[in-house]
């Protein structure tokens, strides 16, 4: 069973950044597309990012210019560096498999953007 553990959030003001850090166990890591995803409060969760094992990456609309996602396969390690963070980024942020049938989820990781 593919265990993700995600680190990384916290309180933020507007205009900062933060980098999120996803650790998944699971040896063929690199070949294996991923994604980091995000669920606000009533809202359903949604893609945010997704990172291929050739390096190919793809952004939420609102993610753009904003967010860069990366991948460290020696570490099996994802990260999304976020910037211009804006209240409406405030979620529990996951990783999990950029498609097919998702692993089971991590705690995530609470981003809140707030003055």
């Known amino acids: 069973q593919v265990q993700l553990v995600e680190s990384g959030g916290g309180l933020v003001q507007p205009g900062g950044s933060l980098r999120l850090s996803c650790a998944a166990s699971i040896t063929t890591f690199r070949f294996i597309g991923m994604g980091w995803y995000r669920q606000a409060p009533g809202k359903q969760r949604e893609l945010v990012a997704t990172?291929?094992?050739?390096?190919?990456?793809n952004y939420a609309d609102y993610a753009k210019g904003r967010f860069i996602i990366s991948r460290d396969n020696a570490k099996k390690m994802v990260y999304l560096q976020m910037n211009s963070l804006k209240p409406e980024d405030t979620a529990v942020y996951y990783c999990?498999?950029?498609?097919?049938?998702?692993?089971?989820w991590g705690q995530g990781t609470r981003v809140t953007v707030s003055s």
């Open positions: 990172v291929y094992f050739g390096g190919d990456t």
């Open positions: 999990n498999r950029a498609t097919g049938a998702m692993w089971d």
